[in-house]
């Protein structure tokens, strides 16, 4: 086991210092995690009430430039990344000096195609090095990323491009999951139909799959490669300027362009990487999470790279071409820590423990999971199984909108229970509020909230301070609501069940019901659709929707597969009801609005007490509901 970077009075006296004088503790923190150009005027000012918090102000600095340039004295030859593919015989590395250069020639096509300071561009790539260089040299040149996860279907592209107005796509011709392809470059060349103001499309050759071409727009970056020079000069950022936008979804239809800025975001990714992970010199450490989402951004990218780690990046998936995959990784590469989330977790563990005999794992120490609960036995299997007994297991909570985890044990210090998030970071102060606002006693499920600004904390929402304000900060003032339920025991320990507003989770990944209604109500049959979640053995959540037909429409046999179609067209394969029940009518209060808090107690059979049904427009919808449901697999 490798020595803990903190001790327990260690540990204290930091946790101390950062509630008592966080200017200073994040002042300090600043100073020794990341090289600033010019040193900023004030660490921080502003207040959630008055939506002005500005961190780090007039301080410079570049991201790249701390990923990458300041690394290359001491570890240009240190590998940044190891990567293996969807294919297990494809594989690469690269050092940071290598890095270095892909970086600048990178940023160097950006520019020949115009793409400068401010600019949006967006990333739609599977998980190749391109993808962590792609980003890269966004920020290199102060252009704004916008990555997309590759499993979304060119109508959620098109969205986000015109959203956030993006000039420039950068994709490739195909990518592999398992043992199916992915056009990518179909879904983007769909997408753009409808987004006139991208001039330029660069694609990555992933194998020889043709795609079609528009001689003006698009360009291979292979051949763009040849005309650009290996060095290129950085931007200074100012530490309030964005650094990329990255969609998540809300409780209405459309998702939210959510806005990280520089200096903030840096600092809180990379002592939260450090300290939670526990980083040391000789770790190869693996964050399976996609660039996709923001576990991807922040724990596989610009955290460890500030911290000049060196990773494993992989394409694939963990039970290709078996369910051996991860635990063959884990050996093949020594992976000293494993980031992963619950449903990895629980898919494997289902696959059966033979699957583990031939790897031992014994290079692991640490072991992570995020972005849902993680059940007391998934949690032990985890522990015993795959870690042997011998490593901690920091289970974090954190969102999009936070930008790095403010819930976690730190290894070594907080003594763990297995499903729980444990103890708030450094200078974080979560509560738990009931709704009249006043703060729960232990053990007591209410909304959870933080009390203080963090420095990884999201700007806003692009072109939306709004629907910032109204969704973080106005219900509850002087707080920022996270959006999850959870409680507080008596040691202190965070327990965190699920979203209470209409948000699910789906292996991990967050869904909008509005934004899957709005996929269903799509489909020409469709007159009226409500979806709630369910539980699911893998999954964790998984969809159930009801839906109204038009008056019109009968049922038959080919139905459910095209509304189904439509919804993987609208979205992506991630929103796929696993239930469709069709219904005469939907429970609405009389000002037209659907209760789903009934219909979420009639998919999960608990239909004993619905609760208060007084205000339903038409009661009679109830009994056909309930007669109809579908058993739950
Ligand atoms: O409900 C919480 C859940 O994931 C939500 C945030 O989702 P997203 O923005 O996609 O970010 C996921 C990765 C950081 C939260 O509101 N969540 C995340 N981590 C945990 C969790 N729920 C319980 N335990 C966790 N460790």
Request: hydrophobic share 35%.
């Amino acid at each position: 086991m490798k020595p803990f970077h903190l001790n327990q009075q260690q540990y204290q006296e930091m946790y101390e210092a950062s509630l008592a004088n966080p200017a200073q503790f994040w002042d300090d923190q600043a100073k020794k995690y990341i090289t600033w150009f010019k040193p900023y005027d004030n660490v921080l000012e502003g207040s959630f009430l008055e939506q002005n918090i500005r961190w780090f102000k007039n301080g410079k600095l570049n991201a790249c430039y701390n990923c990458v340039d300041r690394h290359l004295p001491a570890k240009a030859n240190q590998i940044a990344f190891y990567w293996e593919g969807n294919d297990p015989n494809e594989t690469s590395q690269l050092t940071y000096q290598t890095l270095f250069t892909q970086v600048c020639r990178f940023a160097n096509i950006l520019k020949q195609k115009n793409i400068s300071k401010g600019d949006r561009v967006c990333i739609y790539l599977p998980m190749i090095p391109e993808a962590v260089i792609a980003m890269l040299a966004c920020a290199r040149i102060g252009a704004v990323h916008s990555v997309i996860f590759g499993g979304f279907s060119s109508e959620a592209i098109k969205n986000r491009i015109l959203d956030a107005d993006c000039k420039m796509v950068i994709t490739a011709n195909i990518g592999f999951r398992a043992n199916k392809t992915i056009p990518l470059k179909d879904n983007v060349d769909e997408a753009l139909e409808s987004c006139p103001n991208v001039k330029n499309v660069m694609v990555i050759k992933r194998n020889e799959t043709k795609t079609l071409w528009h001689e003006k727009r698009d360009f291979w970056y292979h051949d763009a490669l040849q005309s650009v020079a290996d060095d290129c000069p950085y931007e200074e950022m100012d530490a309030d300027s964005p650094l990329f936008i990255l969609y998540t979804s809300g409780s209405t239809g459309k998702p939210k362009g959510i806005l990280h800025t520089t200096g903030g975001y840096l600092v809180y990714g990379a002592i939260t990487h450090d300290l939670i992970f526990n980083h040391q010199a000789n770790d190869i450490y693996w964050c399976t999470a996609d660039v996709g989402w923001i576990t991807g951004h922040t724990y596989t990218v610009y955290g460890p790279l500030t911290n000049g780690t060196t990773s494993f990046l992989f394409e694939g998936v963990p039970n290709y071409p078996t369910p051996a995959r991860y635990w063959e990784l884990i050996d093949k590469y020594k992976i000293t820590t494993l980031y992963t989330s619950p449903t990895a977790i629980r898919a494997l563990r289902q696959e059966g423990d033979e699957w583990l005999k031939n790897s031992t794992r014994e290079s692991l120490n640490l072991l992570g999971s995020v972005g849902e609960p993680i059940n007391p036995e998934v949690w032990e299997w985890y522990h015993e199984k795959v870690g042997n007994n011998q490593c901690p297991i920091v289970d974090t909570w954190w969102q999009t909108e936070t930008g790095g985890i403010l819930i976690s044990p730190i290894p070594g210090i907080t003594p763990l229970k297995p499903g729980s998030a444990a103890w708030p970071f450094f200078g974080i102060q979560p509560d738990i509020l009931d709704d009249k606002g006043q703060i729960c006693a232990p053990n007591k499920m209410g909304k959870l909230v933080i009390s203080q600004p963090w420095p990884g904390m999201a700007k806003t929402i692009y072109n939306n301070p709004e629907r910032f304000f109204d969704t973080y900060f106005k219900d509850y003032p002087g707080y920022y609501l996270a959006g999850d339920e959870a409680k507080r025991d008596e040691d202190g320990y965070f327990w965190v069940l699920g979203r209470f507003d209409d948000v699910l989770k789906i292996s991990g990944h967050r869904i909008g019901t509005g934004e899957v209604e709005n996929a269903l109500l799509n489909h020409s049959s469709v007159a009226e659709a409500a979806v709630v979640p369910v539980p699911d053995k893998i999954k964790g959540e998984s969809i159930y929707a009801f839906i109204v037909l038009k008056n019109d429409i009968s049922v038959k046999d080919t139905l459910k597969q095209e509304i189904i179609q439509s919804v993987r067209k609208f979205i992506g394969a991630i929103a796929t009801p696993h239930y469709i029940q069709f219904a005469t009518g939907l429970p609405k209060t009389r000002s037209g609005k659907i209760m789903r808090r009934i219909l979420k107690k009639i998919a999960n059979n608990d239909i004993k007490d619905l609760g208060d049904t007084s205000t339903l427009a038409d009661p009679n919808v109830i009994q056909d509901l309930i007669q109809n449901k579908l058993p739950l697999k």
